[in-house]
């Protein structure tokens, strides 16, 4: 089974389809013109692309439209592919896996629909952006503060279904998770946990029911639509502490991992620290994202962007202003060993003015924006585009060092540059390597999608693979999952055949493919 | 269907199949004597008991046993019941929800398989006791530290796949599980997340792998059998704090649950403090448990071994000494408007020797101990038995004051006592109300059972309902999870149909039943 597997319905089928769809929603529901198409294909795909490639878009705006077109589409035999905002670039965007799958947008089903300040939660639908929610808790004056990505425009569900990560507290966000409705391939909804007690008190309280827990198989799958979720938010504390531990040489990597290691697992530092590589020596090298780089070295114009050093771990504190203090003491005497390390660190109140907030720091203030994909196109133009490489690997220092000599050593022999760091657990790091190319630079593009193909398979010779990844990069990551002769993804086609045993939801999702598909194929 | 719905296997098969197991496995694997298979009953049962009675018992050592007893099962049709150690008394120890079932106990698969001190977390089989691995831990001169539940006989694994609870940091067991091996009904080995790539340095270091996570499918569950699982476990911290927030007054419940739930919600108290209600009036009265309590009172007998107060919230602080001393100071201010409140905190160092420990705080500081028991035992004499009734309920001290009413009213009217409190998360609470009766009085075990009974249909008005239960329950639990025509049961169908067709394993359990099973019925 490829990625470029043939479309199931035939192009009559998917005709019939969209009339079916645009009859029983309204033409609004339905976009075919390639205009309107364009931006729910994989945004960096370039010119003449021939895989991954939607038909149609449908953008139903309740549950019940949900239902309707999982029914429409078992009807015709047509493949939908999921997507909430489609904003994860780097990962494909709305691209599809499987050629003239039928694009089910969920951007118009957007609705908050709770928002409860005692209890700490959000009950969102899919079209619910990071900045939507911000937005209404401000709106609303309330104290309660969210967990945010880099940039605030993708939908709170999809980047929670896709296993993605804010920094702060809460910011493992399928960790933050609570309760959802899901649409299944027959078209029934289910709610999980406490949500299977109509009208439950506690549906976004506790995560689990009585008998199994199912939020988790709802995420990086293609088992069912997600069309609620509960989302827990921390209280905005009485002050929070954010900045940078910064060491300057090459070599130092090691030693601050495993310095950080400790204060992950007691709890010290809370989140999820972002630890950046930076390409260029930091003598001097300042966080100067203003400047003009014209006609820099490509490794000087992305350096202009990311905080300062060599090495740069960005730790964050929140709560009662004793024990942030706490904290950052126990931080300062932690990393005090390291050869000329400087921490650098600011405090702000909680619920602070956007405009009061370092750009670097928006992040871990919980303030959606758009700072870094903004510097990206300021320094190297609008088309730059990327592919990510993003490995899990142990939380230690040996493993950070040999990961990034790896990663640079690939880029250099391709004269390519990424953004380079970890997001980390605590008891793992996970890689962020986001490759730039030109989307305009055919060349570059195949040139950066292989050396990310050639660091996925260096990785895996140490047992490590991506949390996330493009739809070219699957069938190679699934590969990986060898154990007993592939024994996790037979379930995970057992569990397909069982949910969806027409292959209508999403085929290719993460490598899981039910027997129709395999058959269809 | 009923939880006495028929024996699967005729007798005959349940005799050919005792015979196959005693010759692949050996005969000392299979316990059919009377006086053998009588702990692996409900241990609460008392005489005459006809519900819920094991066959007999089959006790393998190794993964490929287990995958030998699953095959065995399925040639002559007959049901197996899971159970790791079977201590979790309260609700019906190794007893099957299905008369006749052959309880497949694990307690000899007892390896503790890894300790890693540097990544925090264990790798063990299910018969692994925490008494066990923490005698292993100080063996081995470790400086980690468990969450252990009140009794340390338990089985690690059992404790976790029933959504138990410890008190301490990573106390909500479920939640720091990290990796499992499981072999399904077929017989088919399936390692979940990062162990689905052989050898993976990151089984017990990340979650997740590339799909959907599986780990909770197994939990409360009968779509598998658990061999391995993942542990995380804490550093031991610089120093811990433990003890009581008490207040004195019926009426202070409601004041002290919203006291304390921004301090949980800001992760200022660690772990899952207990909230204990006490039935006597508390002037004057002190922890007593070695007291002579011949002739008093049930409810005077109780309070002996209960902490001190009319109402005791068990809080703990552990890590670095500065940040544990702000911490304390966090919650001395937030509670220090309640009237009457009395806070009694004891400070211990890391890795402190349980002879120096209070016997209250034996919990908290992760050392496993009988003392709970030992104390029933004490009061009540051997034939003490419990059922529990545990609803999980809103983290309201409005809903806990109406919880504890309701329960206190209850008991009164049947002339029972119960150990009564609650296990607080970060935004609902779980109680635990043991209702006690003496297992020779067949009356009275009919009155504890009616009383839990009356209490579940309570609080099912409120929309609540248990997260564990006794199998005499089991069935009236499910029936609450009504949303869309019980579509989660319905999807858990599904589920057990797609993984266990032939409806092998634990059939009934967390009122899952195949399709096979309902026509057997």
Chains 1, 2 share one sequence.
Not at 311 to 332: C, H, M, N, Q
Not at 388 to 399: H, K, L, R
Request: aromatic fraction near 8%; include cysteine; proline fraction near 6%.
């Amino acid at each position: 089974m490829t990625q470029t597997a043939g479309l199931k319905g035939s192009s009559s089928m998917l005709d019939q389809a969209r009339e079916r769809m645009a009859e029983v929603l309204g033409e609004d529901t339905v976009l075919d013109e390639e205009s309107r198409v364009r931006e729910f294909h994989d945004p960096y795909e370039g010119g003449n692309a021939k895989d991954y490639q939607p038909s149609f878009v449908v953008q139903p705006a309740t549950v019940e439209e949900v239902q309707a077109i999982v029914q429409i589409a078992s009807e015709f035999g047509i493949h939908l592919w999921t997507s909430s905002m489609g904003r994860n670039f780097g990962y494909g965007g709305s691209a599809p896996v499987v050629n003239g799958s039928v694009v089910l947008n969920l951007r118009r089903m957007n609705r908050i629909l709770e928002i409860n300040e005692e209890a700490g939660y959000a009950l969102v639908e899919p079209g619910v952006r990071f900045f939507d929610l911000y937005n209404e808790l401000k709106a609303r004056g309330s104290k309660l503060m969210m967990s945010v990505p880099d940039l605030g425009w993708g939908s709170i569900i999809g980047n929670t279904l896709e296993h993605g990560y804010g920094y702060t507290v809460n910011g493992d966000n399928a960790s933050a998770a609570c309760g959802m409705e899901v649409v299944l391939a027959s078209g029934d909804v289910v709610r999980t946990g406490q949500g299977a007690i109509t009208d439950s008190p506690l549906w976004q309280r506790h995560k689990r029911g009585f008998g199994p827990s199912l939020d988790s198989l709802f995420m990086q799958s293609n088992f069912g639509i997600v069309t609620k979720m509960g989302l827990w938010l921390m209280p905005e504390p009485e002050i929070f502490t954010t900045g940078s531990v910064i060491c300057h040489n090459d070599e130092d990597i090691a030693g601050l991992i495993d310095a950080l290691r400790p204060l992950m697992l007691d709890g010290t530092i809370q989140g999820h620290p972002l630890i950046v590589s930076s390409p260029e020596p930091p003598e001097g090298r300042r966080f100067s994202p203003m400047d003009d780089t014209t006609g820099q070295s490509k490794k000087a114009r992305l350096s202009a962007t990311l905080p300062p050093g060599r090495w740069d771990a960005r730790v964050s504190f929140y709560g009662p202003s004793a024990i942030v203090k706490a904290r950052e003491e126990t931080l300062r005497a932690a990393v005090s060993h390291l050869p000329g390390v400087t921490v650098e660190l600011r405090t702000y109140p909680g619920g602070v003015d956007p405009d009061q907030v370092h750009p670097l720091d928006l992040v871990p203030a919980g303030i959606p924006n758009m700072f870094l994909l903004d510097m990206m196109h300021k320094h190297f133009g609008e088309s730059i585009g990327h592919i990510d490489f993003s490995p899990v690997i142990p939380f230690t220092g040996e493993a950070a060092a040999r990961h990034e000599a790896m990663v640079q050593q690939i880029l250099d022999e391709a004269g390519l540059v990424a953004g380079f760091g970890w997001i980390a657990n605590s008891r793992s790091l996970v890689g962020a390597c986001m490759v730039f190319f030109d989307v305009n630079d055919a060349g570059e593009a195949r040139a950066a999608r292989d050396a990310v193909r050639k660091m996925c398979a260096r990785a895996a010779e140490w047992g490590w693979t991506e949390y996330r990844a493009h739809p070219a990069l699957i069938e190679d990551i699934t590969s990986r999952f060898d154990f007993n002769n592939h024994a996790l993804h037979r379930l995970y086609t057992s569990l397909k055949d069982a949910l969806d045993p027409a292959g209508i939801l999403s085929p290719g999702n993460h490598g899981i493919w039910g027997t129709a598909n395999r058959l269809a194929d």
